[in-house]
């Protein structure tokens, strides 16, 4: 099996692997429209709106499908192209924007968070939701400067904070966090959190501190969860994770076989063999249903997250290391 292969077997792709087109982003930004409030308003009354409630929740119909207004569906309430985000243009030239429901006089059956829409819808649409979500975070939490505390106003289409006191401006951030599949050279590594739902694993993940390169961080952050000591990774691929903002970067590493030590960020942490990874990988996803009293065996990561594909990529290659 490929690694092209190796990453579809989780569902949609997301990472950059050779003979994937995981790079080729779901809309075009059109960053040159950002300044063109005119443009923008031209394409409004025809574009497709994703309306997201406070919680960020997106508004849907009564089977859980996106309900995507088109702009002049939007005439009623204090809202409109002005107070909207621009997301980009769809393959077919389609506008998308995003915005939030108080801001309308529109409403839907039902609300679908980001992760139930990730793992139903098609790929466009859950791209374009997690654009919106991760934009809608960001404008809700820097309503005011950092540096003088004046109020921050929206500018370039929502992608860009001015500060009306002191002129600032500020920028929607990403969160960098490497995330690992951590390997002995037969067996694989992986913890969990308290609070996850029972049985449930992924491999090792935290931020990266300033100052420190993405290896570095792979190495300080395997040790201080696991107390395993990293002899050396590789990069592998990147998902955005817009819970809330954080942009995953995926590595394989090779490490001591030493035993696993949690401490305060783990509940447990121990090494899987194949055979165990291949079990868990058969069962499906039974996470959200697992009882704390189940004994089936360890459950995996979703489909939907970079820690299922590195799971994944990891037991590929070990089943060609053991003629399997």
């Not at 985000?85 to 968070?113: H, K, M």
């Not at 004046?150 to 920028?171: I, K, P």
Request: glycine share 10%; aromatic share 8%; with cysteine.
């Amino acid at each position: 099996m490929t690694t092209a292969q190796a990453a579809s077997a989780t569902g949609r792709p997301f990472a950059f692997v050779e003979g994937d087109a995981a790079w080729q982003a779901a809309l075009d930004r059109a960053d040159h429209l950002r300044d063109q409030p005119e443009a923008l308003s031209e394409l409004w009354p025809r574009a497709r709106v994703i309306v997201l409630d406070n919680s960020g929740n997106a508004l849907a119909d009564d089977d859980g499908s996106l309900r995507a207004p088109l702009g002049h569906e939007l005439s009623d309430g204090p809202g409109g192209v002005g107070a909207a985000a621009f997301l980009g243009l769809a393959a077919d030239g389609q506008a998308w924007f995003s915005i939030d429901a108080d801001l309308v006089a529109f409403d839907a059956p039902r609300r679908v968070d980001l992760r139930s829409a990730a793992g139903h819808w098609p790929l466009l649409q859950a791209s374009v939701f997690a654009q919106a979500r991760a934009l809608q975070h960001w404008r809700s939490r820097h309503r005011h400067c950092g540096v003088c505390g004046g109020e921050v106003a929206s500018a370039r289409a929502g992608w860009q904070g001015r500060c009306g006191q002191c002129g600032t401006e500020h920028y929607p951030r990403t969160d960098p966090a490497v995330i690992v599949a951590v390997s002995d050279g037969e067996r694989l590594l992986l913890g969990r959190q308290t609070g996850w739902p029972a049985r449930r694993y992924s491999v090792i993940a935290g931020f990266v501190e300033p100052g420190e390169s993405l290896e570095q961080t792979v190495a300080r952050e395997v040790l201080e969860e696991t107390g395993v000591r990293v002899r050396s990774c590789r990069y592998l691929g990147s998902q955005p994770w817009p819970f809330p903002s954080a942009l995953m970067l995926g590595f394989a590493a090779e490490a001591e076989p030493d035993e696993p030590k949690t401490g305060d960020e783990l509940e447990e942490a121990r090494w899987f063999t194949l055979d165990e990874i291949d079990a868990a990988s058969a069962r499906g996803e039974r996470a959200a249903t697992a009882e704390p009293g189940d004994d089936d065996g360890p459950l995996l990561s979703p489909s939907i997250s970079i820690s299922r594909w590195l799971i994944e990529h990891w037991r590929v290659a070990a089943q060609a290391r053991a003629g399997r």
